[in-house]
């Protein structure tokens, strides 16, 4: 993320994890149809959430039993124009290291997170 605060229409804190999986695609849709509709949103893994960023975890997760994984809905919210912001502190709680993520996605500490979680107009948590 930039220097300078960026206007955030939409902030979703991310905190449910692989292990509630029917709780997972409401955010990403949500994600996906604001972004498609040009709003400013941002995605903040932390908590459990993190886990969902760890390479291959998200292909293995399924919302409704014989739907399409959640990676499916992930991708639309990115390909949409939703950014994803891992939580480093989270990170270190379970463990894992940047070589152990999905490329791409920044890392923040708490403290760096907060300015753009308070600058979202409307912030949701899962």
Request: proline share 7%; with cysteine.
């Amino acid at each position: 993320m930039s220097e300078q605060m960026p206007n955030i229409d939409f902030g979703i804190v991310m905190t449910s994890g692989p292990d509630t999986p029917k709780r997972l695609a409401s955010p990403f849709f949500l994600a996906a149809a604001a972004a498609a509709e040009e709003r400013s949103v941002v995605v903040y893994f932390t908590g459990l959430g993190t886990l969902l960023l760890q390479k291959g975890v998200a292909e293995t997760v399924f919302p409704k039993e014989g739907g399409k994984s959640l990676a499916g809905f992930m991708d639309l919210a990115q390909k949409n124009g939703a950014q994803f912001v891992l939580c480093a502190t989270s990170m270190d709680l379970h463990d894992l290291k940047p070589e152990d993520m999905v490329p791409g996605i920044p890392a923040m500490s708490v403290a760096a997170a907060l300015p753009y979680l308070e600058a979202a107009k409307k912030l949701l948590s899962f």
